[in-house]
C-alpha cells in the first residue's frame, strides 16, 4: 500500500473518531478509468422566480491539461446569477460580475481552465462547477416548460497540446419549469379573492378573455373548460378560505 492510500486511510478514520466525516473526500484527486473525457451536466427544476442550480462534473478524466466547456441559455428565460467552483481541475477561472453581465448579454458562458506549464496531465474527477440561474417571469407555453441549455466542449487538450478523446453524457442540462399557479389566483398576485372573481366573469361575457397560466387558476374544476360551474366554485372557495 503506497504513503498516499495509507495517508488517507488513516485520515478517514481520524475524521470518523472525531465526528468529522462529513467532510467530503470528493475534493481529492481521483483517477478515472476511461478512455474519454466524460463532461456530465445535471438538471434542475423550479417556478418561475425561484433559482436553480445546474452543476457540472467530470465523471472520466485520463488526463487534460485544458478544458473549455461553453453553456448556452435562453436569455429570455433564464438569468445566470452567479458561477461556483467545485473540487476544481487544472487552474480555476474567476467569476465576477463582468462575467454574469456578459454572459446574460450573449446567453453564453464559457469556461476556462487551463495549467499551461503542467508536465503531466490533470485526472481528477468531480465536480467542476455550479451555475446558478434565476428562472425569470415570463407566460409559459402551457402549465410548464422546459427550457435545454446548450452544452459544448470548445477545448480538451493534454499536455502535449493535442485534442483529448471527449464526449458529453446525454440527458443533461434540462430546466423544467413549473407552473405556480393558485387555485382561483386569476391576477397571479398570490390571492384568492373578488379580483379573480371579477375576472372569470370578465371571461364568460366575452369582455375580457384568460389567457395562458390563468386559465389553469380559473379552471376550478379541472375540467379543461371555463364556464358558469367554475365561477360557482370560485364563489364557494372565497367564502369558505375567507370565514373567520
Not at 157 to 166: I, Q, R, V
Amino acid at each position: 500500500m503506497n504513503v498516499r492510500r495509507c495517508f488517507v486511510k488513516f485520515l478517514s478514520m481520524l475524521l470518523m473518531i472525531t465526528g468529522l466525516s462529513s467532510v467530503l473526500f470528493f475534493d481529492l484527486p481521483v483517477k478515472a478509468t476511461g478512455t474519454d473525457v466524460i463532461l456530465v451536466v445535471g438538471n434542475a427544476q423550479g417556478a418561475r422566480g425561484d433559482r436553480v442550480f445546474i452543476e457540472l462534473y467530470l465523471a472520466e478524466n485520463p488526463g487534460i491539461t485544458i478544458f473549455q466547456p461553453q453553456i448556452s441559455f435562453d436569455n429570455t428565460k433564464l438569468e445566470l446569477k452567479s458561477v461556483t467552483n467545485g473540487n476544481g481541475i487544472l487552474n480555476q477561472p474567476t467569476h465576477n460580475l463582468t462575467a454574469m453581465t456578459i454572459a446574460n448579454t450573449a446567453g453564453a458562458y464559457n469556461f476556462l481552465w487551463y495549467d499551461a506549464l503542467a508536465f503531466e496531465n490533470n485526472v481528477s474527477v468531480g465536480l467542476i462547477a455550479t451555475l446558478e440561474f434565476e428562472i425569470k417571469d415570463y407566460t409559459l407555453p402551457s402549465g410548464a416548460d422546459i427550457i435545454t441549455l446548450g452544452v459544448v466542449i470548445a477545448g480538451c487538450l493534454n499536455n502535449n497540446l493535442t485534442t483529448a478523446p471527449h464526449q458529453i453524457q446525454s440527458g443533461g442540462g434540462i430546466i423544467t419549469v413549473l407552473g405556480n399557479t393558485l387555485l382561483g389566483d386569476i391576477n397571479n398576485d398570490n390571492e384568492t379573492n373578488d379580483f379573480d372573481l371579477t375576472l372569470l366573469e370578465k371571461h364568460l361575457l366575452k369582455i375580457e378573455l384568460i389567457e395562458n397560466d390563468a386559465r389553469k387558476a380559473a379552471d376550478m374544476n379541472n375540467d379543461k373548460n371555463i364556464d358558469i360551474l367554475d365561477i360557482l366554485l370560485l364563489k364557494e372557495y372565497i367564502l369558505l378560505t375567507t370565514a373567520v
